[in-house]
């Protein structure tokens, strides 16, 4: 009865994701030259983003980031290290230092929601969705399944364009296999560093590089997940509902890296490794022209709810988890 009612409140929040979607898709017209704000300097992709879009390095299609507000992680030690640091490169690329998300707010046309730690997403998104202005939200999207539904829920409900991604979706190999180079893409192994913060899915701290690389290659429908955990190493398999199988290795003693290969009815071909941020830089541009998320919210969805058998799995001495 409680998967019953999960997967009702499930369609009937992908039904009102969709019904935005589309009201977002509807306008063909794109638009050139905007204003940016970034929420949270306690991460490099604050740094690295407003490099490659007000130095030119794509095509920014006259968008700049114009102001930041820096607060994000208070716990997290890493994040609390680097905001200083990222504060003062952002500073010197000419981006104004605000003292809150409302002052931002007033100065900007879009958001990049960079804050560090996961947990702050749904809190620092409200206003931004009271606002009506498109935002990425970069990963994790949330430190769990339910505050990402929330943020799809009130992102729907005020029609906002939102969406997230890491940038191995758009990394030129996968691409090249979501475009068809193997045919029917049959199974993909994956492995990624795999940190964990306590306050997140366990996967959802670092692995979900590798979370996002096995969606983008088999699509969103997993229909079971198991997991295989130690100090180590994790080792995760889930098997899509077209007998498709995906693996994820996550790293946490000895040499890691990101990368994978992908197995298809033409070929196999090799997944990574991560080489630039350029290509999802790229696609944010075009998502604050367009309005149209680039990345579905039921595939994101789809994603969390993986990483969340995942945890139960771990839980369960690695039994199986349907979902």
């Not at 096995?214 to 969103?220: A, D, N, S």
């Amino acid at each position: 009865m409680e998967r019953r009612t999960f997967i009702q409140k499930t369609v009937a929040l992908a039904g009102s994701i969709l019904a935005a979607n589309s009201t977002f898709a509807s306008d063909d017209s794109a638009i050139s030259g905007g204003r940016i704000g970034i929420i949270g300097l306690d991460t490099s992709h604050s740094e690295v983003f407003t490099k490659i879009i007000n130095s030119d390095l794509i095509d920014s299609q006259g968008f700049k980031v114009v102001a930041a507000y820096a607060d994000g992680s208070k716990d997290i030690p890493s994040a609390i290290k680097m905001k200083p640091a990222v504060t003062n490169a952002v500073r010197q690329m000419g981006v104004e230092i605000v003292d809150s998300i409302d002052d931002l707010l007033g100065k900007v046309d879009v958001l990049l929601l960079e804050s560090n730690d996961g947990r702050m997403h749904l809190n620092q998104a409200i206003p931004i969705f009271k606002a009506g202005k498109p935002v990425f939200i970069d990963k994790p999207l949330a430190a769990n399944l339910k505050d990402v539904n929330e943020i799809f829920k009130l992102a729907a409900n005020s029609e906002t364009p939102v969406f997230t991604s890491s940038a191995l979706r758009f990394e030129k190999n996968v691409q090249s296999v979501v475009s068809g180079a193997i045919g029917e893409v049959t199974g993909a192994d994956v492995y990624v560093p795999a940190d964990m913060d306590p306050g997140h899915l366990d996967l959802a701290w670092y692995a979900i590089h590798g979370v996002e690389m096995l969606f983008t290659v088999l699509g969103p429908g997993c229909k079971s997940v198991s997991r295989v955990h130690n100090s180590g190493t994790d080792l995760v398999v889930g098997v899509w509902e077209n007998g498709a199988i995906g693996t994820l290795r996550g790293i946490r003693k000895g040499a890691s890296g990101i990368a994978g290969t992908a197995f298809g009815t033409r070929g196999v071909a090799k997944l990574g490794p991560f080489e630039t941020y350029h290509p999802l830089v790229e696609q944010i541009i075009r998502f604050f022209q367009t309005g149209k998320p680039p990345v579905t919210a039921a595939e994101t969805i789809a994603m969390f709810r993986f990483m969340e058998a995942a945890d139960l799995s771990k839980k369960r001495g690695g039994k199986s988890v349907n979902m």
